[in-house]
């Protein structure tokens, strides 16, 4: 069994793969200024990035987590989703309100692939 | 590897399987009038039937995550939980407090089981 | 496939493994008294004994969802954290605002290892 570990930082990694899955960090916008469509499109290409370095697309995302700063952006947050997501390869998925590490950050977004 | 897609919709699929896995997506209640241990029971019969189109039960299932709109509500989902987890076969879980989709729900569970 | 559920309560078990993976259940501190510091250190130790009864320590931790009850601790969190992890294997991890069960509770630790 070899665990195989993506963009570490001095915190977390940014990626881990292990026994076939693929387990992505909870990704947040680079610029926060955006609103929630632009913050929500930066997150998902955020993990198209990081699901690349493990050799995979997002048509393998199995499971997401999606946390909004605002419940009510919930619906702005889906259209960018559905924008983003492979309509024959949708994820299982939950959404919550939560605050984030930075008042600024509107939404962050988890999720396990397999590999 | 095959990842086998249960009850796909617009947005997210509501259980995904893969390399001897099930996720099971967010599941809210259907009849969102019911107080908080009619959600409950409502949530769970939800997944008991996500678990049975993947071929599995409750006696599967490895890890929960609950989601309360209110935390003082957590002994009342528990009470129900009970009722209906498998107690030679209780998962891991976690259980936090957040806003969901819909101020009326009131519980929102997501799992992963092994099949 | 075996399932092997290790400290089970009443309603939860404290840890599943199966498949190759270990799911560790929300972890929260003995002693409620502590600042976040010590909540986190002691959420952490949590952990260390659920991964050592499943034979396998934290430098296999894939996944880690960290939940705090007021997300200005996260940093405090993250030097408790950080005095902790395996700086070589470090997991992938998301970190937001809930409120727990107790309103004493500071934060609250799950995580998914490999085996």
């Known amino acids: 069994m070899q665990i195989i570990r993506h963009d570490p930082g ?21 610029d926060l200024a955006q609103d929630i ?7 998902l290409a955020r993990i198209d990035a990081l699901l690349s ?10 499971w997401a987590n999606v946390w909004v700063s605002d419940i009510r ?14 309509p024959k390869n949708l994820p ?7 605050k984030l590490a930075d008042p600024r950050m509107l939404v962050e977004i988890a999720c396990v692939a397999a590999k």
Do not use: H
């Open 10 to 30: 001095k915190v977390l990694s940014g990626a881990v793969e292990a026994n076939g899955f693929v387990f992505v960090a909870g990704q947040v916008a680079d």
């Open 37 to 43: 469509a632009g913050q929500t499109k930066q997150v």
């Open 53 to 62: 370095k493990a050799g995979i697309d997002k048509s393998k995302i199995l």
């Open 73 to 86: 952006n919930r619906e702005a947050m889906n259209a960018a989703w559905m924008a983003w997501a492979d």
């Open 92 to 98: 299982a998925r939950a959404t919550v309100e939560a």
